[in-house]
């Protein structure tokens, strides 16, 4: 039986951007061989190919990768194994994803500050919240940018 | 009154740069005191603060402070270049996006020049670039400030040692530095080594102001025309300047002591090959070609009872190469020439010299050029360079490698492999109990 390939009609790519792969020309030199032919009409719209890395890190001195390790962070689309970015330079605000320094270990959590407490939050049920009292000072290591998986 | 010069000069130096390091992805370690050893886990190259107190003194042999680093649980460590040099870069990174005019000095130094009209207010300004360094990399830093290089170097001095500057300090007061030079000890002065250090002492100059205030006549004669740029700099006077392009690199040389000493010329070509190799590596990332490969061999001098030998031995290539074989080929050759039975090795090492940039290349009359290779090399950098050093490397540089350096307390490449990045917990914090 064959396999089709299914594209939904409710697919939520909503776009998709062709990476552009640059043609290369050789030029006659005396001592190679010489390579005649026409220049690509494509040669004057080229445009630079897509680059992952400046999509993901906006600050390269400052973003790590870790890679997860567990699986309390599922809700928020963190799984196992994942490698996240970590951008240090980042302000942490309520309701980040942070890399947060617990019990002298690199954890991560979602941070969840207000008025009068601050904790950091597992993203499944079956894992407690950590309640921060003011106390001992959060040391919070890093701003979760993205989440790498395979799927 | 405030000094006149027209320009300011901060020296950034990292806080006990690589504990630092191996401290960035172990918070656990936060307040253990942390040594780091020497490349062949021989002595004690860095310290923490904590280990600094406990005495374990700089560049004392690990196995002396053993007893000392086990009482105290000091967390040892083998010296991780990968994760220093990519540290260094983030910390150089910081500090251009901060300053036009940086001067990357060694791996955890940079000069910065500042120009006139930003000298007010120099504390605060340098309050900033510690923070930002702190934040984005994790690397404490202390700044010191002065109209020159060697006062800022001083300066910083003071910004380390007096808790109350909370690692922040500015000499830009005339009448202050006298009694501030009167406190640092000749041998402490930027450009003073241990020798000069010693014949000052004999002269009964002790001090950076003594030595300051000496005359200048006396100074060139006794230690030439650096000695009195020194004494100028400390006058406040700038001789030394800012150096923002990096000089071209005149020699390489790639050299180690073995982890245990090598007998045979099968594991001293295996080591030679490796150095070559490592060596032609660098010569091609830093887009060079070398002449001339120098290999040099001896025995260890400090064994006073062994029979002692040491040679080395210069070929010259008849074309600048940088390709790995063509470099193994000379290397080994020269060995083979200098290789005598019955000594105990220590060290061998390679060195390239007569280095010229790869565009720049003198045809010989009856050789072709050789573009043979070159697409060959790159094909083993991008490998080498993607799966990890030495993923890829000549067969002659031998696979058991009994004369490799030790390395038993190496931390993870954190930064530099995809199979080494540094862990984020999504589980239960240690100690929680499931009950």
């Excluded at chain 1, 190679?32 to 719209?45: E, H, L, R």
């Excluded at chain 2, 009359?365 to 993607?386: C, H, T, W």
């Excluded at chain 2, 993923?391 to 199979?419: D, E, N």
């Amino acid at each position: 039986m064959k396999k089709r390939l299914h594209i939904e009609q409710t697919s939520s790519i909503r776009e998709i951007f062709p990476a552009v792969c640059g043609t290369s020309l050789l030029r006659p030199l005396f001592l190679s061989g010489v390579s005649a032919g026409f220049p690509s009409p494509a040669d004057d719209y080229l445009d630079r190919k897509l680059d992952l890395n400046e999509h993901l890190v906006k600050n390269p001195a400052a973003t790590f990768f870790v890679r997860v390790a567990g699986d309390s962070m599922i809700g928020a689309g963190i799984n196992d194994n994942d490698i996240l970015v970590v951008d240090r330079s980042l302000e942490p605000c309520s309701g980040s994803i942070v890399i947060a320094v617990v019990n002298g270990e690199l954890t991560v959590k979602r941070l969840i500050r207000n008025r009068n407490s601050c904790r950091l939050a597992a993203e499944n049920p079956d894992y407690p919240d950590l309640e921060i009292d003011g106390e001992i000072p959060l040391e919070i290591w890093g701003v979760v940018t993205y989440a790498i998986h395979s799927l | 009154m405030p000094f006149t010069a027209s320009e300011m000069f901060g020296l950034i130096d990292c806080n006990n740069f690589y504990a630092s390091c191996e401290r960035l992805f172990r918070p656990d370690l936060v307040n253990r005191p942390v040594v780091v050893l020497s490349n062949n886990d021989g002595c004690i190259i860095a310290r923490s603060n904590e280990a600094k107190a406990l005495g374990i003194g700089m560049g004392t042999p690990y196995f002396k402070q053993e007893a000392l680093i086990r009482e105290h649980d000091v967390a040892v460590f083998s010296s991780n270049y990968p994760l220093y040099g990519d540290i260094s870069q983030r910390v150089m990174d910081v500090l251009m996006r901060l300053e036009p005019h940086v001067e990357v000095y060694s791996i955890d130094e940079a000069f910065i020049g500042l120009p006139a009209e930003k000298h007010c207010d120099l504390e605060n300004w340098g309050r900033f670039i510690k923070a930002a360094v702190q934040k984005h990399t994790g690397i404490p830093v202390s700044i010191g400030f002065g109209p020159t290089k060697t006062l800022a170097k001083i300066a910083n001095r003071f910004a380390k040692k007096n808790p109350p500057a909370a690692g922040i300090f500015a000499i830009t007061d005339r009448q202050t530095l006298d009694p501030l030079l009167a406190a640092v000890a000749v041998g402490d002065i930027w450009g003073i080594g241990r020798r000069h250090a010693a014949r000052l002492a004999s002269q009964g100059i002790h001090t950076a102001l003594e030595f300051k205030n000496c005359a200048d006549t006396w100074i060139r004669k006794q230690f030439t025309v650096a000695g009195l740029r020194t004494a100028m700099e400390l006058r406040g006077i700038p001789c030394i300047s800012l150096e923002k392009a990096v000089p071209a690199r005149k020699s390489i040389c790639t050299s180690r002591s073995f982890g245990q000493p090598v007998h045979t010329l099968d594991d001293l070509q295996e080591a030679v090959a490796t150095y070559a190799a490592q060596a032609a590596g660098k010569l091609r990332r830093a887009g060079l070609r070398t002449a001339v490969v120098d290999v040099f061999i001896r025995t260890n001098s400090f064994k006073k009872d062994e029979p002692q030998y040491c040679n080395r031995r210069t070929f010259t290539l008849p074309v600048p190469s940088s390709h790995t074989t063509t470099l193994i080929k000379a290397a080994l050759a020269s060995l083979r020439a200098i290789y005598r039975p019955g000594y105990c090795y220590q060290k061998a090492g390679v060195l390239l010299n007569g280095l010229m940039p790869e565009n720049y290349e003198q045809l010989s009359l009856f050789q072709a050029p050789a573009p043979r290779g070159a697409s060959l090399m790159k094909a083993v950098d991008e490998i080498n360079r993607r799966w990890g050093r030495d993923t890829i490397q000549p067969a002659a540089a031998g696979l058991v490698r009994k004369w490799h350096f030790r390395q038993m307390k190496k931390s993870p490449a954190y930064t530099t492999r995809w199979s080494e990045l540094p862990i984020a917990k999504a589980s239960f914090p240690a100690g929680h109990s499931m009950a």
